[in-house]
């Protein structure tokens, strides 16, 4: 069974920047793709970052690329969101996820939320002007 908890949301002015902490414990992520998503009042869950664990490749939306990266620390089985210049549209409960076996499937398929077999509990990020 895979745990998922995230850390280091809260409050921010516009431009300002975050840093999202994802702490992935279970078995073995060789073959996983870890993703991030958002979910804004009254609006649906959205994709915002993937990356495969095994070489690190990473795969982003078009309204954060440019200002937010994904990253992971294997050793520390963590994945990391940085999050720059952020807009109060940037508003949102943000959410990890791990795709138990991302590794084989195409990089379009990455956002999908149905995709992803593991979910945590999310983390706040709100962005004031």
């Known amino acids: 069974q895979v745990q998922l908890v995230e850390s280091g949301g809260g409050l921010v002015q516009a431009g300002g920047s975050l840093r999202l902490s994802c702490a992935a414990s279970?078995?073995?992520?060789?073959?996983?793709?870890m993703g991030w998503f958002r979910q804004a009042p009254g609006k649906e869950r959205e994709f915002v970052a993937a990356?495969?664990?095994?070489?690190?490749?990473?795969y982003y939306a078009d309204s954060v690329k440019g200002r937010f990266t994904i990253s992971r620390d294997t050793a520390k089985s963590t994945v990391y969101l940085q999050m720059n210049s952020l807009k109060p549209e940037d508003t949102a409960v943000y959410y990890c996820?791990?795709?138990?076996?991302?590794?084989?499937?195409?990089?379009?398929?990455?956002?999908?939320?149905?995709?992803?077999?593991?979910w945590g509990q999310g983390t706040q990020v709100t962005v004031s002007l």
């Open positions: 990356i495969k664990w095994s070489g690190g490749s990473t």
């Open positions: 996820a791990a795709d138990r076996e991302g590794y084989f499937k195409s990089s379009t398929t990455y956002s999908r939320r149905s995709n992803y077999d593991y």
């Open positions: 279970g078995p073995t992520f060789t073959t996983y793709v």
